[in-house]
């Protein structure tokens, strides 16, 4: 069964650093999207990606937050500078349409 | 009031049981509503898929929605150890690349 891949599975970091996740979607999806859950908190939207721009994002996703699409496979979420509250678990998602989307298993980014 | 509220438990039933999980949202303007079950650190994954009011049905599992009260609901019949999981209600205005929001989650735990 296809799957949406994502690296790396665990990242620390020191504070102001910069990070960047990166996601494999599956080959014939065309909406991409990342959501972030911090621990004991619920799952967040933060940026949702179509046709090789941003189609929607959260108040989360200020300017220290990007998205690219640098290839036709790859879709990767940078942080600029990163801060405590940055550490979460990211999932990239990807669909077809209709809102189905499959996730992927996250990559969980510790800040110190 | 918060957009999506679900009771986080957990919630704890013996093998065989019918379990009922609930959400309540405020936003009207939602139309598409999921499912998902997430296994500990690991990513959601899409059990139900409803649009707009009505009951669907797959397998052990039914979702039902009620547009007019803003409930939704789901409900596993013969509940088996391996459905211990935390389940995510989730809903969208739009049908493709927009946020699904998230309820906080319910955790199950079914004994055997």
């Known amino acids: 069964e296809p799957e949406v891949t994502q690296t790396p599975s665990h990242q620390v970091t020191q504070m102001g650093q910069e990070v960047i996740l990166r996601c494999v979607p599956i080959s014939n999806h065309l909406y991409f999207y990342w959501y972030r859950q911090i621990l004991g908190q619920k799952v967040e939207f933060l940026v949702s990606?179509?046709?090789?721009?941003?189609?929607?994002k959260s108040e989360i996703f200020d300017d220290q937050f990007s998205v690219e699409r640098p290839d036709g496979s790859n879709f990767t979420l940078k942080i600029r500078s990163t801060k405590l509250e940055d550490s979460a678990m990211y999932f990239c998602?990807?669909?077809?349409?209709?809102?189905?989307?499959?996730f992927g298993a996250g990559s969980r980014l510790t800040v110190l | 009031q918060k957009e999506v509220e679900q009771d986080p438990g957990p919630l704890s039933v013996p093998e065989g049981a019918i379990v009922s999980l609930n959400c309540t949202y405020s936003n009207s303007a939602f139309q598409y509503f999921m499912w998902y079950r997430q296994y500990s650190r690991k990513g959601p994954e899409l059990l139900m898929y409803?649009?707009?009011?009505g009951n669907k049905e797959d397998g052990r599992f039914t979702a039902q929605v009620d547009k007019s009260s803003k409930y939704i609901s789901l409900f596993i019949r013969d509940s088996q150890p391996s459905d211990s999981a935390t389940y995510l209600c989730?809903?969208?205005?739009?049908?493709?690349?927009?946020?699904?929001?998230f309820g906080k989650g319910t955790t199950l735990s079914v004994s055997s």
């Open positions: 989730a809903m969208s205005r739009y049908q493709a690349g927009t946020a699904l929001i």
């Open positions: 409803t649009y707009s009011s």
């Open positions: 998602a990807s669909g077809s349409g209709a809102n189905v989307l499959t």
């Open positions: 990606f179509y046709n090789n721009e941003i189609s929607e």
